[in-house]
């Protein structure tokens, strides 16, 4: 079990190093990705019995630890800098191990190992890719890589949307309530449909 304590002060970590002016996302990662992600998951557990609600939230706040405090390699700056953040905040090495564990098997995005997941990382993987199809995620890539074609720029984020839809989003719930913003994206991703009435 987590004390209640111990989760709010790693999210408030969490809250104060995403909005950090040095961070490269600084302007828009909390608002528009960590709190999206956090909302859809903790809607989610409602859908599931016996769901760890505290987990899934200190999934949701660490899952891109890496990202704020790596400009390289996010995913091991994730286990070894989040590692020692839980560690200095009060976590049990036994929940640090197996929330990293958890984070290592979201990061895979690999559907066969999410399958034999636990819910908790099953939505929590879910609830990253799905954010990403809330607000301006799509819209941002665009902001943040201006060297690049319009062509590209499409192509980047249609892969992105095929690799969240087909590798993270792993509960047919979460595909169901989804499929019309994912429809939206791939049509702006050159998708079109026969039609349009």
Known sequence: MIPRHTLDLFIQHVKEKAQDP???????????????????????????DSVDRDFVQLLCWLHDYGALTSGSNEHHATLTEGRMALLDIGFSKAIID???????TIDAADPASLQDAPIEVKIVSSADAASHYVGPFYRLWWHENPDKSVAQ?????????????????????????FLARKAAIDEQSGLFPNKYF
């Open 153 to 177: 720029l499409i192509d980047d984020n249609l892969k992105k949307s095929q690799r969240d839809w087909n590798r993270k989003m792993i509960l047919p719930e979460f595909k169901e309530a």
């Open 22 to 48: 040095s961070f490269k996302y600084a302007d828009w990662f909390l608002k528009y990705h960590l709190e999206i992600v956090e909302q859809i998951a903790l809607e989610a557990c409602d859908l599931y």
């Open 98 to 104: 197996t929330a990293l564990a958890s984070v290592k």
